[in-house]
């Protein structure tokens, strides 16, 4: 299962994460990797927001929003990164001002090799890993996005009680 691969390298230690601190460890790779300079940043962060998580992985999966995200909008637009929480769970979400996705897809985004990308520019993945490490964390993952609108990814998380 070559998903499974991908991240089995990767420490399988679970521990009380802050999301703020997984976006911005995923936001630090991003901004070495990628240019970023003619993006909008907006990051608004719920105070004390932890998970029990795999941080790894988590920045594995935020990492990949965000990279996915400069390649729609072409290095030009807005980045908006939040965390929240209530008494069941705490979430992230990372959104962006770049094209849009149809309904065609958004139905087929995490399917292994899907990409929207052109030939050697991705390996269609990116989405399907990350849905199995948030299905492995017991998150549900939320996509919203419309032509010309913009996509959203939205990670939530059980609040557990251990």
């Given at each position: ?62 990492n990949n ?96 009680s251990d």
């Open positions: 299962d070559l998903s499974s691969y991908s991240y089995s390298a990767r420490s399988t230690g679970i521990s009380v994460i802050q999301l703020e601190e997984v976006i911005a460890t995923a936001l630090r790779m991003a901004r070495h990797a990628r240019r970023m300079h003619q993006i909008e940043l907006v990051e608004d962060y719920a105070a004390d927001c932890f998970v029990r998580a795999n941080g790894s992985e988590l920045v594995q999966v935020v929003f965000i990279n996915n995200a400069i390649d729609a909008m072409g290095a030009v637009g807005t980045l908006t990164l939040t965390t929240g929480q209530d008494h069941d769970s705490a979430w992230l979400t990372v959104g962006d001002t770049g094209d849009g996705m149809d309904e065609a897809t958004r139905s087929r985004i995490f399917e292994p090799f899907f990409t929207t990308k052109p030939p050697g520019e991705g390996t269609g993945l990116g989405l399907y890993v990350c849905q199995r490490i948030l299905d492995n964390h017991g998150a549900s993952l939320v996509l919203e996005s419309a032509p010309g609108e913009g996509t959203c990814f939205r990670v939530r998380f059980p609040k557990r």
